[in-house]
């Protein structure tokens, strides 16, 4: 009985010993299904890691950006990694906020990132945060429509086509418009859409000394194809639709064409969900032949703060949680559809995915057809396709967004809204000190 007791206080002893000398780290992320699931498989970590203990802080995405940027900025030192997005790494970096990720692992296979997605979460050539899963945007559409319009979708369409198409395919007694697209203020909302759309137009938020150039006939061009697009093929109360009603309402087989994320593919191909899954179609964004299309790129990333005494040990999460290992991981688990998407070129390149993801092909050349470094047909001083890489963006972004909204609805004419926003981005931007 004695001996028993010993043996069973060295054990505790020796436990409690172990305990000491494991390393927590804080991990904050965003409460979307992804993430969720990554959660309940790090079992799988701790058990090639025992000597790391995971703390999870999990977040509604607002509040994870509120949360996130004011620890980073005050160097309060709560999270040994962040979930953070394309919009904050190069900005982030340059402030040297962030740690570049250098020391991944052998087996790792930095290369085997999309080009892309890598190319926006670095900063001279030094990756500082690892894609957990990526997007672009593109043109869903439906078949039969189509068909019964005359026409055939490109796999790479024009706004002219577009356009055609929407005319042809609206049919207002049944309930069809031709064409969804985003009209809800936002910067990440309408303004997602429009400033990758504005590319495709030769147009840019600021010239090479940041001027603002919403006087420019590119963007007037933009605009006003846009407005009398959704005036004459868009539905009802279009500057009240984000990403979610836009959804649903193709979903319930309202919309002839719905250009958006590429992760809404899964959504609208479910037939739980999707009244239209078996009879959508994808193509690439539109463009106007001046070299780039109308889609934009982001991605959900894991990032280490600079001011992390555990770096180490949050590189080794980091690695795991985006590794090759982990997408099989998920694979095994979940099946082959449910693995994070659009990170790896590898992915796309294994057969059983490519059979679980119709959509996989078109997701894949939606993303390498967007290039953040270099996202408009003239040169820029900024990084980022549907967004500026400024801090003062997220303020002014949604500023053009309402005024742009405005016009959809009806409020102002498209020259008094790109007035407005000429007159909102010099004022932001000389406050700022970019322009004198």
């Known amino acids: 009985m004695k001996l028993r007791t010993l043996i069973l206080g060295l054990c505790s002893a020796s436990a409690l010993a172990f305990a000491a000398h494991a390393e927590s780290i804080t ?15 790090t079992d799988d970590f701790t058990k090639a890691n025992p000597d790391i203990q995971l703390n999870w802080v999990t977040l509604e995405e607002n509040v994870l950006r509120e949360r996130v940027t004011t620890d980073i900025a005050t160097k309060g030192g709560q999270y040994d990694v962040m979930t953070i997005g394309t919009y904050e790494v ?13 020391k991944l692992g052998a087996d790792y296979d930095v290369k085997d990132i999309i080009p892309a997605i890598a190319g926006g979460l670095s900063v001279d050539g030094k990756l500082y945060a690892a894609p957990f899963y990526g997007e672009s945007s593109f ?17 790479a369409p024009t706004w002219d086509f577009i356009r055609q198409a929407a005319d042809k395919m609206t049919d207002r007694a049944n309930g069809v418009n031709g064409v969804c697209l985003r009209g809800k203020a936002g910067w990440g909302e309408n303004m997602a859409f429009l400033t990758a759309m504005s590319n495709s137009f030769g147009a840019r938020w600021f010239d090479e000394n940041w001027k603002p150039q919403f006087d420019q006939p590119e963007w007037k061009k933009t605009l006003q ?7 004459a093929d868009g539905p009802e109360g279009a500057s009240s639709n984000g990403f979610n009603e836009n959804l649903a309402l193709f979903q319930q087989g309202k919309c002839g ?10 959504f609208v191909s479910d037939p739980k969900n999707s009244t239209v899954a078996d009879k959508v179609g994808y193509a690439l964004a539109p463009d106007n032949g001046l070299g780039k299309r109308g889609n934009w790129l982001w991605a959900w990333s894991l990032a280490i703060p600079a001011g992390t005494k555990k770096a180490d040990a949050a590189e080794k999460f980091v690695s795991w949680a985006t590794s090759k290992h982990y997408a099989e991981l998920v694979a095994s688990k979940e099946g082959w559809a449910n693995v994070p998407p659009g990170t790896r070129s590898s992915l796309y390149a294994n ?4 059979k679980a993801a119709p959509f996989a092909k078109m997701t894949l050349d939606s993303i390498n057809a967007a290039d953040p470094t270099h996202p408009t047909v003239k040169p820029v001083p900024y990084v980022g396709v549907q967004f500026v890489a400024i801090p003062e963006f997220q303020g002014l972004g949604t500023t053009v967004g309402q005024l742009f909204s405005a016009a959809l609805a009806g409020q102002s004419s498209v020259d ?5 926003a000429q007159d909102a981005a ?3 931007m000389t406050e700022g000190g970019y322009i004198k």
Not at 95 to 101: A, G, R, Y
Not at 225 to 231: A, C, E, G, H, I
Not at 416 to 420: P, R, S
Request: proline share 5%.
């Open 27 to 41: 991990i904050a992320t965003v409460n979307n299904g992804d993430m969720v699931r990554m959660q309940k498989l």
């Open 90 to 102: 190069p900005i982030w970096a340059k402030q040297s906020w962030l740690l570049p990720l250098d």
């Open 139 to 155: 043109v869903m559409y439906r078949k039969d429509l189509m068909e019964k319009a005359g026409l055939k979708m490109p796999d």
């Open 225 to 231: 194809f846009y407005v009398d697009l959704m005036k």
């Open 257 to 266: 064409m719905w250009i958006d994320a590429t992760v809404a593919a899964s």
């Open 351 to 354: 057969p059983e995915y490519q």
């Open 416 to 420: 008094d809204a790109l007035k407005q």
């Open 426 to 428: 010099t004022a932001t």
